[in-house]
């Protein structure tokens, strides 16, 4: 059995990797690029880790559970919870789980009423008590934003942590997508925090790439065209297969979110927190800031701190950002060095969750990707699981 695969993506290398795992190691993988990884790269500049585009893995989610060696990413966790900026006051929205002086500090200054943390606690139980699958095969398709209102929260704990928290994780500014993906990532966030590998988000592709070996990816090379039996690269060869899959967005059928990544360099923290830093300001550009270098020491190697700024859209300059950040930790933002930008147009794809995914088209043509199933690692991985078990079938 013969299988090629296009894109060496989350996807890809997910369904690569179930392929070797059920014993059918006749896999080439074309990529355009110079790296695997896709969206999950982490780039080496000046003795600093870079991953393109501030990401989190969510150590609870199903399908990397399946496949990743946790301890062989060693894990650096973020602190439950965020720290919020809102003109010049800072509001703590710790996880109880933080301790009791965390507890304290939330219910006495945090965002909201005490109605707003009595509500929150109880869609975490709820939520906790639902599995993945009972929140995606919900058939009510309603807004994140109006699924907070619905609950009962007030415009005060929305404001300040909900709108600044998911912009942060959906990529966009109104909370207008499908609730089914707050309440997924919010039962996640709540079971098992977030977290980046030692060595940056790039280390989880690379884990696949080892299983999967190195020498089934064919780097470089784009694909124009394919079929159900055949894949035609860029410089017009074409290879036959016995089965082809789709892992990427190449016939261009989503539309995506964008967001802008600027990495700082600094002498000094302005604070001590493992806590994702969120700014609640009115007429805000910069959405949240991470000291990343101190949740994940060996983001840096050079003995300097490494700060990651990241706001929705697209912003050409470091420049653009630094009013919101002189306004939430002052003049000593004034010796922040841009380290790089990453500015992503296609970063998380706006998915209509009507719509049911199935992993064969009629033409006998495999696909997968996040942009069919749910904008994350879990979505990306679970398509690329589904797609080889559908393949694995038809043996
Ligand atoms: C800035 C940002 C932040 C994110 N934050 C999070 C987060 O915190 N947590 C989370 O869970 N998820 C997050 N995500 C989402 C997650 O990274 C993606 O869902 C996942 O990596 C997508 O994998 P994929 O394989 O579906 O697609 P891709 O990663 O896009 O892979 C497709 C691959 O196909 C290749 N390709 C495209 N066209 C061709 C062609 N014609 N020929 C050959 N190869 C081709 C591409 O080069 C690419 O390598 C974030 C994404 C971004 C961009």
Avoid at 9 to 18: A, I, K, M
Avoid at 356 to 364: A, I, R, T
């Amino acid at each position: 059995m013969k299988i090629g695969i296009i894109g060496a993506g989350l996807s890809g290398l997910t369904c690569s990797w179930y392929l070797k795992k059920n014993n059918i190691h006749d896999i080439t993988i074309f990529e355009s690029s110079e790296k695997a990884g896709g969206k999950l790269k982490t780039d080496h500049v000046d003795g600093f880790l870079l991953d393109r585009g501030f990401q989190v893995l969510l150590p609870a989610y199903p399908e990397t559970k399946k496949v990743l060696d946790y301890q062989k990413l060693q894990l650096q966790r973020f602190h439950k919870g965020s720290l919020i900026y809102k003109n010049n006051k800072k509001i703590p929205f710790y996880d109880p789980e933080n301790g009791f002086t965390a507890l304290l500090k939330t219910v006495v200054f945090g965002p909201g009423t005490l109605l707003d943390k009595l509500i929150l606690l109880k869609l975490k139980w709820t939520l906790g008590r639902l599995s993945v699958e009972n929140i995606f095969s919900s058939k009510k398709t309603i807004s994140s934003l109006s699924y907070l209102r619905e609950l009962g929260f007030s415009e005060k704990i929305i404001e300040e942590f909900w709108i600044p928290f998911y912009q942060g994780v959906f990529l966009e500014n109104n909370l207008e997508t499908d609730s089914k993906m707050l309440q997924f990532t919010f039962k996640m966030f709540a079971e098992a925090g977030a977290a980046v590998p030692k060595e940056g988000m790039g280390a989880i592709a690379r884990q696949l790439v080892d299983y999967i070996g190195e020498e089934k990816i064919r780097y470089n090379t784009k694909v124009s065209h394919f079929d159900n039996k055949s894949i035609t690269t860029s410089d017009g060869k074409t290879e036959l297969f016995d089965k082809v899959v789709l892992a990427c967005n190449m016939n261009n059928t989503s539309s995506y979110n964008a967001v802008t990544n600027q990495y700082f360099q600094a002498e000094k923290l302005p604070l001590d927190t493992k806590h994702v830093i969120l700014n609640a300001s009115k007429n805000r550009i910069v959405n949240n800031v991470v000291l990343i270098s101190n949740v994940a020491a060996n983001y840096s190697k050079n003995g300097k701190h490494l700060i990651s700024v990241s706001a929705n859209g697209i912003y050409l300059k470091a420049d653009d950002f630094l009013k919101d950040l002189k306004s939430m930790f002052g003049s000593q933002v004034d010796n922040w060095k841009p380290v790089k930008s990453y500015i992503i147009r296609e970063a998380l794809p706006i998915i209509n969750f009507e719509k049911k995914y199935k992993p064969e088209s009629p033409e006998g043509v495999y696909y997968c990707g996040d942009h069919l199933v749910q904008g994350s690692i879990n979505g990306a991985m679970e398509s690329g699981r589904i797609t080889a078990e559908e393949i694995i079938k038809r043996l």
